[in-house]
Structure formats: C-alpha cells, structure tokens
C-alpha cells in the first residue's frame, strides 16, 4: 500500500520561497510517477508538476515553469516541489500524487494521494 505524507506548508510573504515534501512509503516506486497538485476554495484541484521515478524527467504546469521545481531522492523516497517568487495566487491547499503507471496525462491517472499541506501567501 502506498502512502504519501506532506510536509512543508506555511504562511509565507509574497516574493518569499517555500519547499514542500513529500515522504512516500510502499513499494517499489521505479515504475512511478509522482506529480504535485493544488487545489484552491471553490475551486479544481489543479495540476503543477510530474517527475518519472526512475528517469527523473520531469514536466510541468505552463503557470509554474520556471518558479516550481518538481526533483527527487531515491534514497529517502521523498519528492520535493521548490516554489520561488511565491504570489497571493499560490494560496492553495498543496497534494503530492502517484501514478503507478507514470502515465502522466489526467489527474484520473494518479492512484494514491497525501492528505495534502497549505500554502498561504500573504500580499
């Protein structure tokens, strides 16, 4: 069974940076991919970034590329998501993702997801 824990959230001034983790427990996770997602009141839950377990290719989200940084440590099992230049806008509930098949198209492809961690950025 996989298990995913996040960690890192907080209150944070605009323009400040924040990395969120993402400890991950189970099996074998070389057939994975692991994606970040946000999700703001009222709102979908949005997609931000990806990352291949095994080749570390990674992918995201037009609206973050260049501030957010998906990478991740094989050792410890823990996916980062570093957010530089951070806005108002960021203010989200942030959720790590599995997809046990690194299919990588729908947030329907992501099988198991933290409990997710907030992100708040004050103007």
């Known amino acids: 069974q996989v298990q995913l824990i996040e960690s890192g959230g907080g209150l944070v001034q605009a323009g400040d940076s924040l990395r969120l983790s993402c400890a991950a427990s189970g099996p074998n996770f070389s057939s994975y991919a692991m994606g970040w997602f946000r999700q703001a009141p009222g709102e979908a839950r949005l997609f931000l970034a990806a990352i291949k377990w095994s080749s570390g290719d990674t992918y995201y989200a037009d609206s973050v590329k260049g501030r957010f940084t998906i990478s991740r440590d094989k050792v410890k099992k823990t996916v980062y998501l570093q957010m530089n230049s951070l806005k108002p806008d960021d203010t989200a509930v942030y959720y790590c993702?599995?997809?046990?098949?690194?299919?990588?198209?729908?947030?329907?492809?992501?099988?198991?997801w933290g409990q997710g961690t907030q992100v708040t950025v004050s103007s």
């Open positions: 993702a599995a997809d046990s098949t690194a299919t990588i198209q729908t947030i329907l492809d992501y099988d198991y």
